[in-house]
């Protein structure tokens, strides 16, 4: 069975520019999660979907990031502009009606 | 916030048996203990899940105290691959929780160093 596919695994951007992460989740899994993982902390869940709905956002700086999933497949997470602070690794993950969490490789992202 | 509380590192021998513990003193009566672990560069990975009792596969055993507030992940014989940090987590049982419920809150974990 596939897993979490994400990419890129690796940007480096500078400060102010913008950025785009992709996520397919396992097939036939509603629910998708995208988390940040800033150095040294666990993840922070930024949004969560349950299909192409969205359950959670209430952690997403909505003033600079955004995420869709318009067919209730796979989805895009967005930063515009970036900031130093967004250095970090994104991570999607899926789940079957809520259940176990299975999580992607994840994008690290640096804006320098 | 994460309702858990883990040691921040622990070192272990290659082949003995690797415990970590965890305290979850707020645990809520239908919450359950859950652990993950997230080797360098990778996401982080599902190990076991337990309610009240003792649980055990492939990976790891799950010991869980009887008043609930305490639980301890043990890897019987660790070896170098094991080396990562784990993640103890209370949230409602898979399938239970509807909307957002069925995140996972992840405090900073416990960095485990194998050595051989």
């Known amino acids: 069975e596939a897993g979490v596919a994400q990419s890129p695994r690796y940007k480096i951007i500078e400060k102010r520019q913008s950025v785009a992460f992709w996520c397919n989740p396992i097939?036939?899994?509603?629910?998708l999660y995208w988390y940040q993982q800033i150095l040294g902390q666990g993840p922070k869940l930024l949004i969560q979907?349950?299909?192409?709905?969205?359950?959670?956002d209430s952690q997403l700086p909505k003033d600079r990031f955004s995420a869709e999933r318009l067919k209730g497949v796979d989805s895009t997470l967005k930063i515009q502009p970036a900031k130093l602070e967004d250095s970090a690794v994104y991570l999607c993950?899926?789940?079957?009606?809520?259940?176990?969490?299975?999580f992607g490789e994840g994008s690290r992202l640096t804006v320098l | 916030d994460a309702k858990t509380t883990q040691p921040p590192s622990m070192d272990c021998a290659e082949g003995r048996a690797a415990n970590l513990p965890c305290n979850h003193s707020?645990?809520?009566?239908?919450?359950?203990v859950y652990w993950y672990r997230q080797i360098h560069s990778q996401g982080p990975q599902y190990i076991i899940h337990?309610?009240?009792?003792?649980e055990t596969n492939e990976m790891a055993s799950l010991i869980i105290t009887e008043d609930r507030k305490s639980s301890t992940l043990i890897l019987p014989h660790a070896t170098l691959r094991d080396t990562a940090v784990y993640y103890c987590?209370?949230?409602?049982?898979w399938g239970l929780g509807g909307g957002s419920q069925g995140n996972l809150i992840f405090g900073k974990g416990t960095k485990l160093s194998v050595k051989p």
């Open positions: 993950a899926s789940s079957l009606n809520t259940g176990e969490l299975f």
């Open positions: 097939s036939g899994h509603a629910t």
């Open positions: 979907f349950q299909n192409n709905g969205v359950v959670d």
């Open positions: 707020t645990i809520s009566g239908n919450e359950y």
């Open positions: 337990g309610l009240k009792n003792n």
């Open positions: 987590i209370v949230r409602v049982a």
